[in-house]
């Protein structure tokens, strides 16, 4: 049996190789975009959301092919978010995987097509490269990847963020905009992973469960890193949260309060997949990753 640092090593090199090869430019006019969408989703990055599709999906059987198209989408949405959170229109930050953001690379004009293209991209790979699983399933598919990043997921989260500069929120308020900015495509990168699987019911809710509280988690920490880590060690801006009066876990609560809640949520975590067993090992080792992670 593969141990988890091997089996995810072997994943992001693979993945690697499928998004390099999923943005090859067609011709030499277009190799200006291709160059900026390359810099913002290859080298960097620890590919969670690829390893939550593979954990997932190979809990259930899903076919590794059909998981890296899956995987490689989910990158490249959220290699777009990225690039426009970056935008000095938005967290106006320079830097980003320890290398210049993709504005500060390419400029902003070109950032804003590469994160457009991305997105486009993600949805053009999983239609033209999914058809085996059926059009039910990748209907279904899709209508839970774009639920996740439109109006009422990410892009939601990221409008009430902005909107609440330098604000009050509340618990709740807290939870309800971390939950779609930053939860919502880590939920789906786990319900797309099982929907490319044969889950029944029961491993359905459990992933569903599993993936909404990785989500609130990843979250968390990161406020908590925010707040305690240098920039050199999470090779964007430290700080950024304070710098910009957000709101965030760190601030409505103590960083001991804060650090707890990650406790919390981590042992649910773990809890709603322990059925699975064995063959939800993955999943239990990345909660602990996503609890643990330094960057
Ligand atoms: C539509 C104009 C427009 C912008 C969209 C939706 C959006 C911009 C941004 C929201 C996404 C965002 C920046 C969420 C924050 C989540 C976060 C902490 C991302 C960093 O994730 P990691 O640590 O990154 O997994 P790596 O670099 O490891 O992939």
Redesign the pocket.
């Known amino acids: 049996m593969t141990n988890f640092s091997d089996w995810a090593l072997g994943i992001q090199q693979r993945m690697e190789g499928v998004l390099s090869r999923c943005l090859q430019a067609p011709s030499q006019d277009l190799a200006g975009l291709y160059e900026a969408m390359r810099y913002a989703v290859l080298d960097?990055?620890?590919r969670?959301r690829s390893l939550l599709v593979f954990a997932a999906g190979e809990s259930v059987g899903a076919s590794i092919d059909h998981l890296e198209i899956i995987a490689a989408a989910v990158e490249m949405i959220?290699a777009y978010?990225?690039v426009?959170?970056d935008m000095p229109e938005?967290d106006n930050d320079v830097l980003r995987?320890g290398k210049p953001a993709c504005h500060v690379q390419f400029g902003q004009a070109m950032a804003l097509l590469a994160g457009d293209a991305l997105q486009t991209r993600a949805f053009e790979l999983l239609v033209n490269h999914l058809a085996t699983l059926g059009s039910e399933r990748i209907t279904l598919l899709l209508r839970t990847l774009t639920h996740a990043v439109g109006p009422d997921g990410?892009?939601g989260g990221?409008a009430i963020d902005f909107e609440h500069i330098g604000q009050s929120l509340n618990h709740d308020q807290i939870e309800r905009m971390h939950q779609l900015?930053?939860g919502s495509l880590i939920h789906a990168a786990v319900m797309l992973g099982g929907l490319a699987g044969h889950w029944d019911h029961e491993q359905e809710l459990m992933l569903d469960i599993f993936g909404k509280q990785v989500g609130l988690l990843f979250q968390v920490v990161?406020d908590v890193l925010d707040a305690t880590a240098s920039t050199q060690m999470l090779g964007k801006t430290a700080g950024k949260d304070a710098y910009h009066h957000k709101p965030t876990y760190a601030t409505i609560l103590t960083l001991d309060a804060a650090r707890r809640l990650a406790m919390d949520l981590h042992l649910s975590a773990i809890g709603s997949v322990s059925p699975f067993g064995q063959k939800g090992r993955y999943l239990a080792a990345l909660a602990d990753f996503i609890l643990q992670r330094q960057f």
Do not use: A, E, F, N
């Open positions: 960097g990055g620890k969670i959220h978010s990225l426009h959170d938005m995987r990410m892009v990221q900015k930053t990161d």
